[in-house]
């Protein structure tokens, strides 16, 4: 089994799949935010890695026109499967995972963007050093990732539903916030050698219809790790705490919640020169 801690990758199915391609737009909408300083161009070669079901991979393939490629790879197959329903000359899926990219040449890709997948990475050492390996000279990297130290409102209510349910000590593990600081992330992209290294982090604020589609989305975005390792009945009553929780968030224009994501961007030096951080 694939684990990150208490994270499964084999938790997926092809029902949460289905869910994120109906709610992921969040994740779209922030997505742009992430493509546009990488400045894709036509004819570029891009890798979108850990693409899910493909929505944003395919809105970079309409940026490099059909002279560019866009390549998405994910390991979920179940959200491969459905990635590989869109049709465009420039876009190809594959399952894969970013700590291999051993199916890619060194210095292929122009850009290579994560979007909501590098807090999910076990070994972000590694992913980066490959990352680096198949970004030609000059090359950019963007990514963003949660903070640790800011976890999204969400998350937050959920840790606090799980002890008002009477799981407080099953919390640990299972709901350890993922990601990285500022400082952890201007180290790992110093040491794998990127330059021009910068961040900031952004709050990001969701209207959801209602608790069922907050508790759906976070699910399907986790591939069933929101409340991995809780049964049905474990489930069913931590649900009705993270329920009253969150209808306190209720506004005119739905349930508002927010959420924050640390944006990154670097390149690959154009010439074997000292890396620099700005
Ligand atoms: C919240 S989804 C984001 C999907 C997509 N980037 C988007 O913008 O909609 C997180 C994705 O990260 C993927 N993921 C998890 N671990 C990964 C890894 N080690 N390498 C690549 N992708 C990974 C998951 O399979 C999942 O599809």
New binding site residues.
Partial sequence: MSTLGAIS?ER?TPELART?EQS?IL??HH?KFLIGPLALKSGDQVL??????G??TEFAAGLVGPTGRVIG????EN?IAIACLRTSGALTFDV????DLSRFGPAEFDAVY????FH???DKRL?LREIERVLKPGGRIGLNVQDPTKPHESRTLLRQAIEQAGFGERSGESQRVLGATDDELRTLFVETGFVDYKSDLRSLVDLHQNVNSVLEWSEA???GNFLGGFSPAERAEIDAAFAALVEARHTPEGLRLERYLRFAFARKPASQTTPSVS
């Fill in positions: 990758l997926d994120y992921g994740q779209f997505g979108d890695i850990g693409a899910g079901t929505r944003l790879i994910d390991p979920l959200r894969g995972r970013a700590e994560l979007n909501s997948v999910w990475i076990a992913a975005s986790a591939f």
